[in-house]
């Protein structure tokens, strides 16, 4: 591990904030500009598709592919980013796997609120379902909202009689909208990404009034996880949002489902993204890679 590498990393991201809200278009404008710095590797192949009546990217790899498919959700507190603000993330996946990604370009908030997002993510993985695809073929993936996502996609899922995917990896997951883990206050400050604050403005485009009591929206606190598929957890300990991820852990044990709690030291939200600048990075990439391909068939 480079405690250097860490250091500039968080340097990085603690650029001056704004004075006052910034307005939705200025968000996504200014999320788009950071995550295009990421490094993507060289080798990969991405093709426009649509998938349960949303766009989404496939992103593949130019070498011989291996049986599967990772359904991704990308990140962006449900109101900003696209398939091509996560490419850092589902490129490297794809290269380290073999296993080509679909990228869903679900809707966003405030033009689309809770529960739009988990609606097109559910059509997506119904729509794979129906064309033939095996879900022990299929994994979910996400980071941030979209490890949310895809937490909540299972749920409906199952709710809905559809078979599970063979699994689900979450890079820093939003898991709770009550806000009530104890990391959102002992890790303020430490995390160079998010506030209450913050959250109390996103929150509020995404739920819209509606209630954060909702197994839906706080799976960590409310959802019951029986039948789940095996779970990875990757977060950081400089995160507000680290007790998302313990307490949802904490649940599928309870439930009695596969799941590995991977708890990196002084790295930030979706560190993940940072591949080939952070050496942390690469490894969790490395240990999600494999976790995917052990449960694909």
Known sequence: M??????????????????????VEEM?????????????????????????????????????ARTGIILYF????????SPYTAMSLTANLVNRTSIRSVSLDYRLAPEHPFPAALEDALAAYRELLDNGVEPASIAFAGDSAGGGIAVSTCLMARDAGLPMPAAAVMFSPGLDKTHTGASMDSKMGLDPFFTRASFTYTDAMYLAGQDPNHELVSPARFAD??????????VGTNELLLDDSTQLADRARAAGVDVILDVTADVPHVFQAFAGILDE????????????TQHLR
Do not use: W
Not at 2 to 23: A, C, G, N
């Open 2 to 23: 480079s405690r250097k590498q860490r250091k500039i990393v968080d340097e990085m991201l603690r650029h001056p904030q704004p004075t006052k809200p910034q307005t």
């Open 28 to 64: 996504r404008s200014n999320f788009a500009a950071m995550m295009a710095a990421m490094k993507v590797p060289a080798g990969i192949r991405t093709t426009q598709t649509t998938l349960g009546n949303r766009p989404g990217v496939i992103v593949d790899s130019a070498q011989d």
């Open 74 to 81: 990308h990140g962006g507190s449900y109101i900003m980013g």
């Open 225 to 234: 996880l029986t039948g789940f598929p095996p779970l990875l957890l990757q």
């Open 281 to 292: 990075a690469d490894q969790a990439l490395d240990r999600a890679a494999l976790f995917i």
